[in-house]
């Protein structure tokens, strides 16, 4: 059985630090494309960052230059290191595994799916 476990999600104020964790149990993450994605209220589910079966990274435009995604392979977990956050990163960020050959950043290529992990940023 596959699960995914978010957490280091916070409140921080604006132009603060988080990073947040996904703990993979059930197989190895590095076999998967994997992805961190996010939902704010009363919007739809977006991609964050991804990162592919080589290691292999890329990020959505408001990410790129503030935003991590790395993975600790002996941990099995995936990271996802946020600097410089804003209010409008405000969201539920979930992490995400696919068993997709092409990795993207559609989240409705991903199918085992965490509980999520709870991003406030204040202004």
């Known amino acids: 059985q596959v699960q995914l476990v978010e957490s280091g999600g916070g409140s921080v104020q604006s132009g603060g630090s988080l990073r947040l964790s996904c703990a993979v149990f059930g197989y190895t993450y590095s076999n998967y494309c994997m992805g961190w994605f996010r939902q704010a209220p009363g919007k739809g589910r977006e991609g964050v960052a991804v990162?592919?079966?080589?290691?292999?990274?890329s990020y959505t435009d408001f990410a790129r230059g503030r935003f991590t995604i790395s993975p600790d392979n002996a941990k099995n977990t995936l990271y996802l290191q946020m600097n410089n956050l804003k209010p409008e990163d405000t969201a539920m960020y979930y992490c995400a595994a696919s068993t997709r050959y092409r990795c993207t950043a559609s989240p409705y290529e991903y199918s085992s799916w965490g509980q999520g992990t709870q991003v406030a940023v204040s202004s």
């Open positions: 990162i592919d079966r080589s290691g292999s990274t």
